[in-house]
């Protein structure tokens, strides 16, 4: 797996676009929570976090991408978004990933997520911060499963 590493969004996208192959950038909006005691403390000592998943999204890799148009779209599925989780698709002929490769590699995602296996995706807030951003490039072959 190739790894890309960017400052924000937009240099995530714009690696992905002058890669040489066609990539779909993928989505996993979700609301984090930290979770709290019983006395409504935050619980911070062992960074228990709740997480939702609401909703994911995907879309081809292209010039002038910006976070703000992905949250704005993001915003008119579900406002309640507090974080995004950021991959990258790619095929190993440089094609297009199709939509059915992207929902079998956003499927995939998902239960990452829900274990807490985060490592290699890129993660923003609201705002486009940074939370880490570094995405993996997965390889799908074109039959839609996962190499």
């Keep these: 797996?190739?790894?890309l590493n960017a400052d924000n969004f937009e240099d995530l996208a714009?690696?992905?676009?002058?890669?040489?192959?066609?990539?779909?950038?993928?989505?996993?909006?979700v609301r984090a929570e930290a979770?709290?005691?019983?006395?409504?403390?935050?619980e911070t000592e062992d960074g228990a976090t709740m997480i939702q998943i609401?909703?994911?999204a995907h879309q081809p890799a292209v010039?002038?991408?910006?976070?703000?148009a992905l949250r704005a779209t993001a915003d008119a599925q579900n406002p309640t978004w507090n974080v995004?989780?950021?991959?990258i698709a790619r095929n190993s002929d440089a094609s297009l990933p199709t939509p059915t490769q992207a929902q079998t590699f956003l499927t995939d995602m998902r239960e990452k997520i829900?274990?807490?296996?985060?490592?290699?995706?890129?993660?923003?807030?609201?705002?486009?911060?940074p939370l880490d951003v570094?995405?993996?490039?997965?390889?799908?072959?074109?039959?839609g499963v996962l190499n």
């Design 14 to 29: 714009q690696q992905s676009v002058t890669s040489g192959s066609k990539d779909r950038m993928l989505y996993v909006f």
């Design 54 to 56: 609401l909703f994911d």
């Design 35 to 42: 979770v709290e005691s019983a006395d409504g403390e935050a």
């Design 134 to 143: 570094s995405a993996q490039v997965v390889p799908v072959t074109t039959n």
């Design 114 to 129: 829900l274990q807490g296996e985060i490592e290699g995706y890129a993660l923003l807030d609201r705002d486009g911060i």
């Design 84 to 87: 995004v989780v950021v991959g």
């Design 63 to 68: 010039h002038g991408m910006n976070f703000d």
């Design 1 to 3: 797996m190739t790894a």
